[in-house]
Nanobody
Framework: QVQLVESGGGSVQVGGSLRLSCLAS????????MAWFRQGPGKEREGVAI???????HYDDSVKGRFTISQDNGKNTLYLQMNSLNPEDTAMYYC??????????????????WGQGTQVTVSS
């Protein structure tokens, strides 16, 4: 079982950048599918990016070319580098993990472990 704690959220202006971090404890994060989800006001939780050690990352079309997901297995930490931010990126961002073989799930329902979230606000 893994515990997840996010950090790095904040308020930025349009075009700015932020890097989110997710520290995993209790188990080795590299064994898991790791993902970032977000939930904006009045919206459903949506997948942003997914990564698994040894596999290519997956990105939602809305963030391709702007966001980069990565993980430092030595630090048991997941990152999300967010560039060229726009107001539509405003949301609570969550780190999630699931332990399974095969392809990583795209939907939130496929993830068993969640962090508490970190707020990202982009203003124009």
């Amino acid at each position: 079982q893994v515990q997840l704690v996010e950090s790095g959220g904040g308020s930025v202006q349009v075009g700015g950048s932020l890097r989110l971090s997710c520290l995993a404890s209790g188990d080795t994060a590299s064994k898991y599918c790791m993902a970032w989800f977000r939930q904006g006001p009045g919206k459903e939780r949506e997948g942003v990016a997914i990564i698994r050690t040894g596999a290519l990352p997956h990105y939602d079309d809305s963030v391709k070319g702007r966001f980069t997901i990565s993980q430092d297995n030595g630090k048991n930490t997941l990152y999300l580098q967010m560039n060229s931010l726009n107001p539509e990126d405003t949301a609570m961002y969550y780190c999630a993990a699931t332990y399974r073989s095969g392809l990583c799930p795209l939907a939130a329902a496929g993830y068993q472990y969640w962090g508490q979230g970190t707020q990202v606000t982009v203003s124009s």
